[in-house]
Nanobody, 127 residues
């Protein structure tokens, strides 16, 4: 079992930046594919970014603006979000999978491959 706790959400204006953090606890000794998903108002849940062994994958809508990274010494996952747009507003979830390695198609999926989810943190981008 893995517990995930996100923080760092908030409100910014378009073009601004936010950094989300996710602290993992529980069964963190072994390697896992981890990532971020989001739920935007009126839309289906969607992947944002995934990472394993410093190999990131990004959804096309955020590539070049968002950066996923991890600090394994602190069991912490990050999502640096730059040049934010109003359409980035939503609830962002930290996720972890049982699988060791991510596959490129996971970030384009609905998150069903990820067994563990945080409670979510809200991001609001104002025009």
């Amino acid at each position: 079992q893995v517990q995930l706790v996100e923080s760092g959400g908030g409100s910014v204006h378009t073009g601004g930046s936010l950094t989300l953090s996710c602290v993992a606890s529980g069964d963190t000794d072994r390697k896992r594919c981890m990532g971020w998903f989001r739920q935007r108002p009126g839309r289906k849940r969607e992947g944002v970014a995934t990472i394993d062994s410093d190999n990131p994958d990004y959804a096309s809508s955020v590539e070049g603006r968002f950066t996923i990274s991890e600090d394994k010494t602190k069991n912490t996952l990050f999502l640096q979000m730059d040049n934010l747009k109003t359409e980035d507003s939503g609830t962002y979830y930290c996720v972890a999978a049982e699988r060791f390695y991510c596959q490129y198609w996971l970030v384009e999926g609905d998150g069903g491959d990820f067994s563990y989810w945080g409670q979510g943190t809200q991001v609001s981008v104002l025009s």
